[in-house]
């Protein structure tokens, strides 16, 4: 209650009138105006916005050009499509699609074999007996 009356004596937030239904300010005539200038205020900081990244993006991607050049390394999207490319060349004569690599571990016996070999070496003795029978 002593809001209310803090409001009622003028002694509150300049808006807690409009919340006890007092008078309504009028808008601004100028108001499509500043909202304009503002909306243009918005675009030209997000084009400034976009230029900076883009010379940031542009100073970086130089930067990494000079250390592909120090170390002979190709881009990424450039060795992706080179290795495409030989597939393709290599599938070229094929009439079937190219064979799938098959992953390391996968239907190699002896490898899978040499792997257990290595496991068996660290085990404790017991554990050994068990697993070989």
Do not use: H, W
Not at 88 to 107: D, I, M, Q
């Amino acid at each position: 209650m002593n809001f209310v009356m803090k409001a009622a004596l003028g002694g509150g937030p300049p808006d807690v009138g409009k919340m006890l239904g007092g008078e309504e300010k009028e808008e601004d005539p100028d108001a499509a105006k500043k909202e304009e200038e503002r909306q243009e205020a918005l675009r030209q900081q997000e084009e400034e916005r976009k230029d900076k990244y883009a010379k940031m993006e542009a100073e970086r991607e130089s930067m990494r050009q000079g250390i592909r050049d120090k170390y002979g390394l190709k881009k990424r999207e450039e060795a992706e499509a080179e290795a495409a490319a030989a597939q393709e060349e290599s599938a070229a004569g094929s009439l079937t699609r190219p064979k799938k690599a098959v992953p390391a571990g996968c239907g190699d016996e002896e490898e899978e074999e040499s792997i257990m070999d290595t496991v068996m070496k660290y085990l404790p003795g017991p554990l050994q007996d068990m697993l070989k029978k």
